[in-house]
């Protein structure tokens, strides 16, 4: 490492946002010999300017994932510190790393890298001393995006977790990221005064433990001067939005201006979903909400209400996750919403095949779609002949990230997908028990996927190969293709030969041990690979 080195690193943290250091720091690799680094800055900044519909994405997304698989061990290993990492714009941005490496190696990490946003691990056994001399780091000005790390069931962040939140040097935090606590109730409401609560703009309010402690409820004493005043995007995690924290949330200043909120619903319970929808801010940009399977139908009266509700927001990111959605409901949803860039949806049907369908034909029939370039959708059914044809050949034309890993393709759904006019696809998720070996040859060799880069495939053919080399060989011709992932209970050896020259290989089965989407062997680190549990809390 040189003092020239950590002054380029020293001016991207003093300016994260301006891609100019970024630039000079990529001439200042290929002048002292590192030309990969040099261009691999390059194409990350390039692609992070250009919207995911360009037509050089599939080419820059190729030439990220070559290089990070040729080079990556190298930068990573620059310091032990950076195994769990993820490259943004060309740099280390991301790091997952336990509090006692964050002590003794913070300077090394940011002289190295411009580390932004960390995810900090240890807390089952932190003591308030150690954790009172990370919060005593003055290299935490860097920070902007705090995240704590839930290592499993009661092993969650505990009370010392409010000692960092109080800390003076955390100025530039900007977001911050729990999924569960255990804490007291003094250690809530600590919490809610902390710093932290009044700065951030983005947060993910965690579930409370109530083992071994009886902390109560977010807020339930108060809201703190203060507290949560400029979070503009708001993620509730563990089990939801119940009643009572959905109107203590409402009822304070910051809900009236926030832009996205992503939260479990309990949609056995009328009164959350008809709390929630009485007071949805109508400044709402981003909307992400979850239900579950046991309980959907429950509330199915309030369901519709609250859509009518959801409909008249000037959406363009919405996710609708384990919802039972009848095709009216969906209908009069998408009818109302504005043209969407983000559309997801998992919807639990019990009425069978043919209901699970016309979800499916509700989504290809309206424009509300028409502009989104993500998409995902599961509705647990198999796609067959008219349904597929009209999700295939119907408004969908900006695609880039096409996701139905809950939603099957027959032989017929692969030919209409071939057929489909999608020039900006460049990732695929699909599911295909027993679709015929020609009829994916026949899609992987359509116009439809020539700029794919990368594709996830789950599916058999009768405890067999789903592939074939043929099918393999005609997989291993897309030019951009550079990450595979294969959820198969087998597949040949003269497959695995066809596709050995694609970079980022990975095939799951019961021979194949897969130890998270951390595996550097598995995933490539780059965030729109994967969204691991780190950095989605």
């Given at each position: 490492?040189?003092?020239?080195?950590?002054?380029?690193?020293?001016?991207i943290?003093?300016?994260?946002?301006?891609?100019?250091?970024?630039?000079?720091?990529?001439?200042?690799?290929?002048?002292?010999?590192?030309?990969a680094?040099?261009?691999?800055i390059?194409?990350?900044v390039?692609?992070?300017?250009?919207?995911?519909?360009?037509p050089?994405?599939?080419?820059?997304?190729?030439?990220?994932?070559?290089?990070?698989?040729?080079?990556?061990?190298?930068w990573?290993?620059?310091?032990?510190a950076?195994?769990?990492?993820?490259?943004?714009?060309?740099?280390?941005?991301?790091?997952?790393?336990?509090?006692?490496?964050?002590?003794?190696?913070?300077?090394?990490l940011?002289?190295l890298?411009?580390?932004?946003?960390?995810?900090?691990?240890?807390?089952?056994?932190?003591?308030?001393?150690?954790v009172?001399?990370?919060?005593?780091?003055?290299?935490?000005?860097?920070i902007?995006?705090?995240?704590?790390?839930?290592?499993?069931?009661?092993?969650?962040?505990?009370?010392?977790?409010?000692?960092?939140?109080?800390?003076?040097?955390?100025?530039?935090?900007?977001?911050?990221?729990?999924?569960?606590?255990?804490?007291?109730?003094?250690?809530?409401?600590?919490?809610?005064?902390?710093?932290?609560?009044?700065?951030?703009?983005?947060?993910?309010?965690?579930?409370l433990?109530?083992?071994?402690?009886?902390?109560?409820?977010?807020?339930?004493?108060?809201?703190?001067?203060?507290?949560?005043?400029?979070?503009?995007?708001?993620?509730?995690?563990?089990?939801?939005l119940q009643?009572?924290?959905?109107?203590?949330?409402?009822?304070?200043?910051?809900?009236?201006?926030?832009?996205?909120?992503?939260?479990?619903?309990?949609w056995?319970q009328?009164?959350a979903?008809?709390?929630?929808?009485?007071?949805?801010?109508?400044?709402?940009?981003?909307?992400?909400?979850?239900?579950s399977?046991?309980?959907?139908?429950?509330?199915?009266?309030?369901?519709?209400?609250?859509?009518?509700?959801?409909?008249?927001?000037?959406?363009?990111?919405?996710?609708?996750q384990?919802i039972?959605?009848?095709?009216?409901?969906?209908?009069a949803?998408?009818?109302g919403?504005?043209?969407?860039?983000?559309?997801a949806?998992?919807?639990?049907?019990?009425?069978?095949q043919?209901?699970?369908?016309?979800?499916?034909?509700?989504?290809?029939?309206?424009?509300?779609?028409?502009?989104?370039?993500d998409?995902?959708?599961?509705?647990?059914?198999?796609?067959?002949?008219d349904?597929?044809?009209?999700?295939?050949?119907?408004h969908?034309?900006?695609?880039?990230?096409?996701?139905?890993?809950?939603?099957?393709l027959?032989?017929?759904?692969?030919?209409?997908?071939?057929?489909?006019?999608?020039?900006?696809?460049?990732?695929?998720?699909?599911?295909?028990?027993?679709?015929?070996?020609?009829?994916?040859?026949?899609?992987?060799?359509?116009?439809?996927?020539?700029?794919?880069?990368?594709?996830?495939?789950?599916?058999?053919?009768?405890?067999?190969?789903p592939?074939?080399?043929?099918?393999?060989?005609?997989?291993a011709k897309?030019?951009?293709?550079?990450?595979?992932r294969l959820?198969t209970?087998?597949?040949?050896?003269?497959?695995?030969k066809?596709?050995?020259?694609?970079?980022?290989l990975?095939?799951?089965?019961?021979?194949?041990?897969?130890?998270?989407d951390?595996?550097?062997?598995?995933?490539?680190?780059?965030?729109?690979?994967?969204?691991?549990?780190?950095?989605?809390?």
């Open positions: 490492m040189t003092a020239d080195r950590a002054a380029l690193v020293a001016g943290l003093a300016n994260p946002d301006d891609d100019t250091p970024r630039l000079v720091a990529a001439d200042w690799f290929e002048e002292n010999g590192d030309s680094r040099a261009e691999f390059r194409v990350q390039n692609r992070a300017r250009l919207p995911p519909t360009d050089q994405q599939p080419e820059l997304a190729a030439r990220e994932l070559h290089l990070l698989k040729e080079h990556a061990e190298r990573m290993g620059a310091h032990f950076f195994k769990k990492c993820r490259f943004r714009r060309g740099f280390i941005e991301y790091v997952h790393l336990h509090l006692t490496h964050f002590l003794h190696h913070r300077r090394e940011l002289a890298e411009p580390v932004r946003d960390i995810s900090l691990t240890g807390w089952m056994r932190a003591t308030a001393s150690l009172s001399r990370v919060a005593g780091c003055e290299e935490l000005r860097n902007e995006t705090l995240r704590f790390h839930h290592q499993g069931p009661h092993k969650h962040p505990r009370g010392e977790c409010a000692i960092l939140l109080d800390s003076p040097h955390l100025t530039g935090l900007k977001k911050l990221h729990f999924s569960m606590i255990s804490v007291t109730t003094e250690e809530r409401r600590r919490i809610e005064r902390s710093p932290a609560f009044a700065r951030v703009r983005e947060l993910t309010l965690p579930y433990d109530t083992f071994p402690h009886q902390p109560g409820e977010w807020f339930q004493d108060g809201v703190p001067k203060g507290a949560l005043a400029n979070v503009r995007a708001l993620r509730v995690g563990g089990y939801g009643a009572a924290l959905g109107e203590r949330l409402a009822g304070m200043s910051f809900w009236k201006k926030l832009e996205a909120l992503h939260a479990p619903i309990a056995s009328t009164e979903l008809d709390a929630l929808r009485t007071r949805l801010p109508r400044t709402l940009r981003s909307l992400h909400i979850t239900g399977e046991s309980n959907a139908l429950n509330a199915a009266g309030a369901v519709p209400a609250f859509f009518a509700r959801v409909a008249e927001l000037p959406l363009t990111d919405l996710s609708m384990h039972d959605l009848h095709a009216e409901t969906l209908t949803l998408l009818s919403a504005p043209r969407l860039q983000r559309f949806l998992t919807a639990f049907r019990r009425n069978g043919e209901s699970a369908a016309e979800v499916a034909r509700v989504v290809a029939a309206t424009p509300a779609v028409r502009d989104a370039s998409v995902q959708l599961a509705v647990g059914c198999i796609l067959r002949g349904t597929a044809e009209a999700l295939f050949g119907g969908l034309r900006n695609v880039a990230r096409f996701d139905v890993l809950g939603t099957g027959s032989d017929e759904a692969c030919e209409a997908l071939g057929h489909a006019e999608w020039p900006a696809l460049h990732a695929l998720r699909v599911t295909g028990y027993g679709v015929a070996r020609t009829a994916l040859r026949a899609l992987f060799a359509s116009p439809a996927c020539r700029n794919i880069v990368s594709l996830r495939y789950s599916g058999s053919f009768q405890g067999m190969d592939f074939g080399p043929a099918c393999a060989t005609a997989l897309l030019p951009h293709l550079s990450s595979v959820d209970s087998s597949v040949s050896a003269a497959s695995r066809a596709l050995a020259h694609v970079p980022w990975h095939v799951a089965n019961a021979n194949n041990e897969y130890w998270g951390d595996d550097p062997n598995v995933c490539a680190p780059v965030d729109d690979e994967l969204k691991h549990a780190d950095q989605g809390a």
